[in-house]
Nanobody
Framework: QVQLVESGGGLVQAADSLTLSCTAS????????MGWFRQAPGKEREFVAA????????YYADSVKGRFTISRDNARNTLYLRMKSLKPEDTAVYYC?????????????????WGQGTQVTVSS
């Protein structure tokens, strides 16, 4: 069993930056691909970014490419999402997800563990 706990969300203004963290416990974090997803009110959960188990391969949704950076610190069992140039349309609950697989993926179906989410609100 893996427990994932997100932190770092909050209320910011457009063009601001914010970094989300996700701390994992209960299983060897360094063997798992990880990802970030988000869900805005009234919308389905969508892929944001993913990273493989070593941090060498990453993928991004087109809507965040160039603005968001996913990274991981396996020594600290922590996943990060650095967000810059935030827009009101980035407002959502952001979820951390962990996979039993080592390779990163963009589909929610490959992820086995999910955090409770952290709210990010971007005001215009």
């Amino acid at each position: 069993q893996v427990q994932l706990v997100e932190s770092g969300g909050g209320l910011v203004q457009a063009a601001d930056s914010l970094t989300l963290s996700c701390t994992a416990s209960g299983r060897t974090f360094s063997n798992n691909a990880m990802g970030w997803f988000r869900q805005a009110p009234g919308k389905e959960r969508e892929f944001v970014a993913a990273i493989d188990y070593r941090g060498g391969v990453s993928y991004y949704a087109d809507s965040v490419k160039g603005r968001f950076t996913i990274s991981r610190d396996n020594a600290r069992n922590t996943l990060y999402l650095r967000m810059k140039s935030l827009k009101p349309e980035d407002t959502a609950v952001y979820y951390c997800a962990g996979s039993m697989k080592r390779g990163a993926g963009t589909h929610a179906s490959i992820y086995d563990y999910w955090g409770q989410g952290t709210q990010v609100t971007v005001s215009s």
